[in-house]
């Protein structure tokens, strides 16, 4: 490819020297170059001169270098660049023809998860009878991270195949302008919410991750997120599925148990029922393993290739956790004490372990009905985490903080966001030896109302 055409919509400040010269590849290190290379002095750990002046030795036909770069002296054209992470991504996708607008490609982002989520969609791919590629796996172990240059490699590579391509796209790639030039089908959020205990850096880490919503390739791309985050209810850009355990979503997880080596859970399709056995330990793999469902409901992927899909993965790495006893994760939007004292009755004649309750406080009710709820929690319930509605419309700590005072046995916790509410009621439930979580949360599901009408019976 010739330069001038390489160097088309990239952030040029200057070149200096023949654009009419042929590049036969790009390279980020001078060891890596090759004759008529493009060598892009980008994150080298020798001086830039030093850099440049090996790779030329090795016969690269162009050199790329910040604008602040003086090469008057240099013998092969010399482009300056003002950006140059930007620059990478663009003459990356230029070289490689633009490879992702050409494949089935899908963005994978949050703080946890990502490769999880990536194997998991793989395995449902497979046991549909195609296939899922995950994009850069071996490339970087340790770092689980493509530069633009590989990466736009890879893709071209699955030019043609009827394959899914599965991205990893971390906090650290969306700053760095890794993917600006990448075009998806669909984006999945693990999480929006990480939770620095400060607002600013809780805001800027949503709103940079929101800008992949920019790179889908239709209006009506689907957009996967996880309903009980924090942060899930300000995305709106895209065509919104949501996954969750606490709230209703398009999927939930139903029924959990949560064992040393896996879980067993109901997972609520629409229209359909299925039990799933996922061998693979923790509450964040059940998310894990609802986000790759979610997916797959968009896809057109019916619920039972789904269900084999799950239960045939297996974690890479074989993880195992410490539980005397499994935990029950059970999800209920009740309202009256009368009836939430007989599911907590009747949870106490399956278990003697104490029982941890999850309380979303919100304003469907009034203090008194609050008050009164929170009194059969105190009755029967070791621990009460609170949170709060997402999308209720006044503020709620004060409520919280009333029912929280007043409750005299169980002990009491806080947390802002679902997810981690939960988590912390496993952790608590763990420490204590509990078998039972009850959460009572602000809307209803088909599993809620199917399981509620054991609990009640």
């Known amino acids: 490819m010739l330069l001038n055409e390489l160097l088309a919509s990239t952030p040029v400040y200057q070149v200096r020297g023949l654009r009419r010269v042929n590049v036969a590849g790009l390279a980020l290190k001078p060891a890596d170059v090759k004759p008529h290379y493009l060598y892009i002095h980008i994150c080298s750990d020798k001086d830039v001169q030093e850099a440049v002046d090996e790779a030329i030795n090795r016969g690269a036909s162009a050199v790329c270098i910040s604008q602040e770069t003086d090469m008057d002296a240099c013998p092969v054209t010399a482009v300056r660049t003002y950006h140059m992470q930007r620059f990478l991504s663009a003459v990356s996708r230029n070289f490689y023809h633009n490879p992702s607008q050409h494949v089935d490609l899908v963005a994978i982002t949050g703080s946890h998860g990502k490769t999880t989520v990536s194997d998991m969609i793989a395995s449902i791919l497979g046991k549909q009878g195609g296939a899922g590629v995950v ?132 997972l609520i399709w629409p229209e359909a029922v299925s039990e799933v056995t996922l061998h693979a330990p923790g509450l964040y793999n059940v998310y894990n393993a609802l986000a790759a469902a979610a997916w797959a409901l968009s896809q057109g992927i019916d619920h039972q290739t789904v269900t084999s899909g799950l239960s045939a993965y297996r974690s890479p790495v074989h993880e195992t956790m410490k539980y005397n006893a499994p ?76 029912l929280a005072h007043n409750m005299q046995r169980a002990e009491v916790a806080h947390e802002l966001d679902h997810s981690k509410a939960l988590t912390k009621a496993v952790e608590v439930s763990l420490e204590q030896e509990g078998e039972y979580i009850l959460v009572i949360s602000p809307t209803g599901h088909a599993g809620q109302k199917r399981i509620s009408q054991r609990l009640t019976r």
Do not use: W
Not at 209 to 232: F, G, M, W
Not at 331 to 346: Q, Y
Not at 358 to 381: K, T
């Open 135 to 266: 994009l850069g796996k071996e490339e970087d172990p340790e770092k689980r991270r493509l530069d633009s240059i590989h990466m736009n490699a890879m893709l071209r590579e699955n030019v043609g195949e009827r394959k899914t391509c599965l991205l990893e796209c971390s906090y650290t790639g969306i700053v760095n302008e890794q993917f600006r030039h990448i075009l998806f089908d669909s984006v999945i959020y693990t999480n929006l919410y990480t939770y620095f205990q400060n607002h600013n850096r809780d805001d800027k880490y949503f709103e940079i991750r929101k800008t992949l919503l920019e790179h889908l390739k239709q209006v009506n791309s689907p957009v996967i997120i996880n309903q009980d985050d924090y942060y899930a209810s300000r995305l709106r850009k895209g065509n919104l599925l949501s996954y969750s355990i606490f709230n209703e979503g398009d999927v939930n997880a139903y029924d959990i148990e949560l064992t040393g080596t896996g879980s067993r859970f109901l």
């Open 327 to 402: 935990v029950r994760i059970l999800a209920d939007n009740v309202c009256e004490p009368d009836r939430l004292k007989r599911i907590m009755t009747n949870i106490g004649g399956y278990s003697k372990r104490p029982v941890t309750v999850v309380f979303c406080v919100g304003d469907c009710r009034n203090m008194e009905e609050y008050m009164a709820l929170g009194r059969v929690i105190d009755e029967h319930a070791a621990q009460c985490i609170f949170t709060a509605d997402y999308f209720c419309r006044r503020d709620t700590t004060d409520t919280a903080l009333k």
